[in-house]
Antibody
Framework: EVQLVESGGGLVQPGGSLRLSCAAS????????MNWVRQAPGRGLEWVSY????????YYADSVKGRFTISRDNAKNSLYLQMNSLRVEDTAVYYC?????WGQGTLVTVSS | DIVMTQTPLSLSVTPGQPASISCKSS???????????LYWYLQKPGQSPQLLIY???NRFSGVPDRFSGSGSGTDFTLRISRVEAEDVGVYSC?????????FGQGTRLEI
């Protein structure tokens, strides 16, 4: 069974940093591209970042470019999202997603 | 960026009745490889999104056959042949032909 389990969310002040992690199991993680997708409270889904299986290609939404960094460790079956210079508008549930499967999400709250 | 436009944004359906949701993209989602990169997701209350349909019309594993997808190019439709109480939630279309991947606004289905 495919499982994606996010962690690392929490409350942070504007300008602060957080690192999200996603532990993958039940499939050959190293063979798949992965994504981070977020959902602000009461809002729709917003794609955030994409990384290919070998990390050779990485893309970001304009809203996070220059502030967020996606990475992965195929030996550890893990996906990461380093979030710096956080803004109030980054408040959302962040999902790790393989497009066919999504994690349960981790809540990031940016507030003073 | 490709803009995805869903209609309606909300839908109230009697159990046993059909339902239909439209999704239109600002550019064709037909790739040169012959595949059309349009996905449908359902987010049930309090849950993460779950894949219903991939590449326009292919039901994902475990998805009931009352769900079907159709369309081509820029116009797509998700149909539920007979709505059940467990189908409540927000339905979203998504394109993956071009980065940034983009979602429709979501359609809330109520019983």
């Amino acid at each position: 069974e495919v499982q994606l389990v996010e962690s690392g969310g929490g409350l942070v002040q504007p300008g602060g940093s957080l690192r999200l992690s996603c532990a993958a199991s039940g499939f050959t993680f190293s063979s798949y591209s992965m994504n981070w997708v977020r959902q602000a409270p009461g809002r729709g889904l917003e794609w955030v970042s994409y990384i290919t299986s070998s990390s050779s290609t990485i893309y970001y939404a304009d809203s996070v470019k220059g502030r967020f960094t996606i990475s992965r460790d195929n030996a550890k079956n893990s996906l990461y999202l380093q979030m710096n210079s956080l803004r109030v508008e980054d408040t959302a549930v962040y999902y790790c997603a393989r497009l066919t499967n999504w994690g349960q999400g981790t809540l990031v709250t940016v507030s003073s | 960026d490709i803009v995805m436009t869903q209609t309606p944004l909300s839908l109230s359906v009697t159990p046993g009745q059909p339902a239909s949701i439209s999704c239109k993209s600002s550019q064709s989602l037909l790739h040169s490889d012959g595949r059309t990169y349009l996905y449908w997701y359902l987010q049930k209350p309090g849950q993460s999104p779950q894949l219903l349909i991939y590449e326009v019309s292919n039901r994902f594993s475990g998805v009931p056959d009352r769900f079907s997808g159709s369309g081509s190019g820029t116009d797509f439709t998700l149909r539920i042949s007979r709505v059940e109480a467990e189908d409540v939630g927000v339905y979203s279309c998504m394109q993956t032909i071009q980065l940034p991947f983009t979602f429709g606004q979501g359609t809330r289905l109520e019983i």
